[in-house]
């Protein structure tokens, strides 16, 4: 799989440059002919002076290459020594190959992943512990900030009922400190 991801990566990430042919042959494979250029290209704004040799890929069987010529490539900008023909990006095989790799490693990966969990749970456990603690810490000091504020603001604004008629309100204003019951009759 890293190495799929690592090569979709290479060949999405090319700029442009001129290739000048060093050796060029044809090779018999298993999927039939096709060449094998060795190229030479510099890399404009490089902090490396020297200029790269790479095998070029995505070549054409029926295309003529002369040694010697210079024909427009691109490098890749991840790997300094891959050199392209053409700019086209992953191919759809590429793609469902990595899609592919990614399926089979999931399983793989959560495996590890509840393993790496299940040894570091002695160490993980008293963390897990505080942080639970938190939001009932939380609570507790937001209790506290909101009680204090309502208990001083009572012993401020004492409530006072008011009167609805004159006897009540004469009532009231002798009544120093007690506190007279709206049902009881003045």
């Not at 991840?78 to 990595?98: F, H, K, P």
């Not at 990966?109 to 603690?133: E, M, N, S, Y």
Request: net charge negative; charged share 15%; proline share 6%.
């Amino acid at each position: 799989m890293w190495n799929e991801a690592t090569y979709i990566y290479k060949i999405t990430h090319l700029e442009p440059t001129s290739c000048t042919i060093q050796r060029a042959s044809i090779i018999s494979g298993e999927n039939g002919d096709f060449w094998a250029i060795h190229v030479n290209y510099t890399i404009p704004s490089s902090q490396f002076c020297g200029p790269h040799v790479s095998f070029l890929e995505n070549t054409d069987i029926d295309t003529l290459y002369t040694v010697n010529s210079t024909i427009p490539c691109f490098y890749s900008t991840y790997d300094l020594n891959y050199a392209s023909l053409s700019n086209e990006g992953a191919s759809a095989v590429d793609i469902i190959t990595m899609a592919v790799a990614v399926t089979i490693c999931i399983p793989f990966v959560v495996f590890f992943l509840r393993g790496l969990v299940t040894c570091l749970q002695p160490l993980l456990l008293p963390c897990l512990v505080a942080l639970k603690a938190i939001p009932n810490k939380i609570a507790q000091s937001g209790i506290v900030l909101t009680k204090y504020p309502v208990e001083t603001m009572r012993k401020w604004n004492r409530f006072v009922p008011l009167a609805q008629s004159e006897e009540e309100a004469f009532s009231l204003e002798s009544a120093d400190e007690k506190t007279i019951p709206r049902d009881s009759p003045v």
